[in-house]
């Protein structure tokens, strides 16, 4: 049972315009969450994290915004460019765990000229 | 700049084949893992390590081990590659949790391994 979940596994939004990539999460114990961002052919390469004591986390165009009590967190890119068509994966830890993260299955954005 | 760095990007074995897979990272980071990748299921954990000659078992160990015997270095091993063992693979390097150092992971480019 995945423990963090991405439901559209894919995503296609004009360029310019704003793109949402959404992630649930089923484990209350969950207090770090981060996204990467994969181009074919390479590594994830980290995006932004944000902290369960925030709701909300902001680096340049890019905004992570945290529901604790849906468990739900969403990236907003404003505004979107083609370089930013990738696969985006979600991942989520608990701090007693510590080390580990639980990736979600990725949404693969495509930005359109 | 971190840099994780992959021993193969492609790799082709036969079934019954031992693969290994090499991994360095220049961070000094406590931290390392490897993951294999998917589609539809995104980065899954294999093992990792905190320490050297410390190891962990992730969520999918079954057929793999692995050996840390320096630091920087973080292999995984395939002792007799199967056809369902195709996939991406992915060591990534971390900070330990506490220290107050970034948390988040810095991954190799990958190996795409085939097993036929």
């Known amino acids: 049972d995945q423990q963090v979940k991405q439901n559209s596994p894919s995503l296609s939004v004009q360029e310019g315009r704003i793109s949402i990539l959404n992630c649930d999460y089923t484990?209350?114990?969950?207090?770090?969450f981060l996204w990467y961002k994969k181009y074919p052919a390479e590594g994830p390469t980290f995006l932004i994290s944000?902290?369960?004591?925030?709701d909300k986390n902001e680096d340049g165009r890019f905004t992570v915004f945290l529901n604790k009590s849906a468990k739900h967190l969403s990236l907003h890119i404003v505004p979107s460019q083609p370089g930013d068509s990738a696969v985006y994966f979600c991942?989520?830890?608990?701090?007693?765990?510590?080390?580990?993260?639980?990736f979600g299955p990725g949404t693969r954005l495509s930005v359109l000229p | 700049d971190v840099k994780v760095t992959q021993s193969s990007r492609y790799l082709v074995k036969r079934t019954g084949e031992k693969v290994f897979l090499e991994c360095v990272q220049d961070?000094?980071?406590?931290?390392m893992f490897w993951y294999r990748q998917d589609p539809g299921l995104g980065l899954r954990l294999i093992y990792f390590?905190?320490?050297?000659?410390?190891?962990e078992k992730g969520d999918i160990p079954e057929g793999y081990s692995v050996s840390r015997e320096k630091k920087e270095r973080f292999s995984l091993i395939l002792e007799s590659a199967s056809t369902n063992q195709t996939s991406m693979y992915l060591c990534?390097?971390?900070?330990?949790?506490?220290?107050?150092?970034?948390?988040?992971?810095?991954f190799g480019p990958g190996t795409r391994l085939t097993v036929t």
């Open positions: 961070m000094d980071h406590e931290n």
């Open positions: 990534a390097s971390s900070f330990l949790p506490g220290t107050g150092k970034p948390l988040e992971q810095y």
């Open positions: 991942a989520a830890s608990d701090g007693n765990y510590g080390q580990n993260f639980v």
């Open positions: 484990n209350s114990m969950f207090d770090y």
């Open positions: 944000i902290s369960s004591i925030k």
């Open positions: 390590s905190y320490d050297v000659k410390m190891k």
